[in-house]
């Protein structure tokens, strides 16, 4: 049994009193400390996917499991400690806070947690350090490039420790080679062992990922075999 | 990094959004401040005077006769048929007023008088007793000092045309006019008023006397009454309102326009800081999206609006009250026509603090909740 596993999953939206099929039947598996490409056109459902693998968008129909729990069993306030806890995001256009320096945006989810002041800052620094952006910590976003932007959103991600890391487009808004040193940042991750879901539309991040699952008009088209590494 | 570490960020960032948040604070704050400080000086001010002056009450015969009146004796005319209290009256009124602590004791006669081929009501006093029963009279002119001066009440000298320094014909005989009372809306307004025994000789009645007032603080006034009323069977005993009881319901007509005015400022102060914290959670939106999607429960997201909030109206709340407190110290004495400037109230201040948290909260709670319910895929627009 993966670590996460859709079982069934379908999502309908209303829109201008239409009913809109974002998602068909989805069935999943995921094992743990894979790196899956989720990859599709515009509006195939793949966004979609993603908020319901983050656990931010209960699916109309289906079930979800990860690590054996029913996701959206769970309450708001309970989905929101599970998030917390189990997934780190790496959002599109990355969503750094622009008035936080790098080191404050990757706090920002420890700013819930017990943990004091001072090993927020030794975990933040250590997440920056990992992504090697560790002289750069008290730069304001606009003060840093758009791929160590991306390093800072993925520190984010994962000063928390979370087993899964989520990101959707992280180098949409990248050059070709900033690109490939963020993708191979999260290989590196993935190789430490954090399972690892990116969405994308572009077939060269493909070129680090283990398996890519291919989908169009809110259906899995295409699984993919898992690649050795 | 704690959650208000993130609404201090914020203020920072919306530093102008978030003063004008607090100007529009301050202005409510103060308003209320110098309203309420004024009113408060005001009210003060007449309990003061009236634990000072004392409260009046009107010792006078039982009568059925109504023609003229002053202090609730009803006078038909200049022959009158009202029995008089006695000398001895008198001297039982003020054993009983000193045992009461009465501050003055003022007896009078009341009368008709002719003044040419008008009619006018005489009032016979002992001028250093009445003076001292009735403290907040203002005089243009001068009192009386002697057998052949009258003093006039403001309309008595208009009808009458006298005015200090002129002279006045009563019952034939002459009198200086040596002041005028500043209009009081009272019954003072219309009489003439004359050294008591020469009033008695004018009316015909030695000895005589029609009322006796009697000054006495305001906490015994019950039991000063009960009294002179079980040793005086035959007259009326009863409280007279007093210039500075009217004075007391103006002042509480005041209070409830405050109170009024301060409902509305509060109900302004409270749309205010709704708009600016819709609109600031407006502009938050991916902001808020980020904090759900990571973690942060909806109590987390209200407690940074809310605190955002709070502390914009403590900071509003103490620049008003220090704006409302000099406001009032600098104008505040003028305004309420009070002699001593109204100081700053810590009472006051700290109800100043409270009532704009009180504001900042429930203007709050509606952007709070909303920013709290923001679904997080929407934020991020995900969807």
């Excluded at chain 2, 309990?47 to 003229?68: C, H, M, Q, W, Y």
């Excluded at chain 2, 014909?169 to 500043?182: I, Q």
Aim: hydrophobic fraction near 45%; proline fraction near 4%; charge should be neutral.
């Amino acid at each position: 049994m993966g670590l996460i596993e859709l079982y069934d999953i379908s999502k309908l939206y209303q829109s201008d009193g239409t009913e809109v099929r974002a998602l068909t039947d989805v069935e999943l598996s995921i094992d743990e400390g894979e790196l899956v490409a989720i990859m599709g056109p515009s509006g195939s459902g793949k966004s979609t996917l993603l908020t319901i693998l983050g656990a931010m968008n209960p699916p109309t129909t289906g079930q979800m499991l990860i690590d054996d729990i029913d996701v959206y069993r769970l309450s708001v306030e309970q989905r929101a400690d599970f998030r917390h806890e189990y997934l780190g995001f790496v959002f599109q256009q990355l969503q750094l806070i622009p008035y936080l320096t790098a080191i404050e945006n990757v706090m920002l989810p420890l700013a819930i947690s017990k943990h004091s002041n001072k090993e927020q800052q030794l975990m933040a620094t250590a997440a920056l350090e990992r992504v090697g952006l560790g002289d750069k910590m008290k730069r304001l976003p606009s003060q840093l490039s758009g791929g160590e932007q991306g390093r800072v959103a993925i520190a984010r991600a994962i000063v928390n420790h979370p087993p899964i890391i989520l990101a959707d487009e992280p180098t949409g808004s990248l050059d070709t080679h900033t690109g490939e040193e963020v993708m191979q940042i999260f290989k590196d991750l993935n190789e430490e062992g954090l399972t690892i879901l990116i969405v994308t539309h572009n077939p060269e991040n493909t070129r680090y990922t283990q398996r890519t699952i291919n989908i169009r008009d809110g259906r899995i088209v295409r699984k993919g075999a898992t690649k050795c590494a | 990094m704690r959650l208000t570490d993130i609404s201090f960020n914020d203020l920072r960032r919306r530093k102008s959004k978030m003063a004008l948040l607090v100007v529009g604070l301050v202005i409510g704050v103060s308003t209320i401040v110098s309203l309420v400080s004024i009113t408060q000086a005001m009210q003060a001010d007449v309990r003061e005077k009236l634990d000072r002056f004392g409260s009046n009450v009107v010792v006078a015969p039982k009568s059925d006769a109504i023609t003229l009146s002053y202090g609730g004796v009803s006078v038909a005319s200049a022959s009158v048929n009202i029995k008089d209290l006695k000398a001895d009256d008198l001297t039982r009124i003020e054993a009983v007023g000193a045992k009461y602590g009465a501050t003055s004791i003022a007896p009078k006669l009341v009368g008709g008088v002719r003044v040419g081929d008008a009619k006018a009501l005489l009032v016979g006093v002992d001028l250093p007793a009445e003076l001292r029963a009735n403290r907040w009279w203002e005089i243009t002119g001068r009192e009386p000092k002697g057998p052949g001066e009258v003093m006039l009440g403001a309309l008595a000298s208009r009808k009458f045309s006298a005015m200090p320094g002129g002279k006045l014909t009563l019952s034939g005989l002459e009198f200086a006019v040596t002041g005028v009372l500043r209009e009081m809306g009272s019954q003072e307004d219309s009489v003439i008023f004359a050294d008591l025994a020469r009033a008695q000789q004018i009316l015909g009645k030695p000895s005589a006397l029609t009322i006796v007032e009697v000054s006495a603080p305001s906490s015994r006034l019950d039991s000063l009454i009960g009294e002179l009323t079980s040793v005086l069977p035959d007259a009326n005993v009863t409280a007279l309102s007093s210039a500075m009881e009217s004075r007391q319901q103006r002042v509480g007509q005041l209070t409830s326009f405050a109170l009024a005015v301060s409902i509305v400022v509060l109900v302004v102060g409270v749309v205010t800081v709704l708009t600016t914290m819709m609109s600031a959670v407006s502009e938050r939106r991916r902001e808020i999206g980020i904090f759900r999607a990571t973690g942060f429960r909806k109590t987390h997201v209200a407690i940074i609006i809310l605190f955002e909030a709070f502390v914009v109206s403590v900071i509003g709340g103490i620049a008003g009250w220090l704006l409302g407190s000099l406001f009032t110290l600098a104008l505040g004495a003028r305004l309420a026509q009070i002699s001593t400037a109204i100081g700053p109230s810590p009472v006051l201040g700290a109800t100043a603090i409270v009532v704009s948290v009180l504001i900042g909260m429930a203007g709050a709670a509606y952007p709070a909740l909303r920013a709290a319910n923001l679904d997080p895929a929407d934020a991020l627009r995900f969807t």
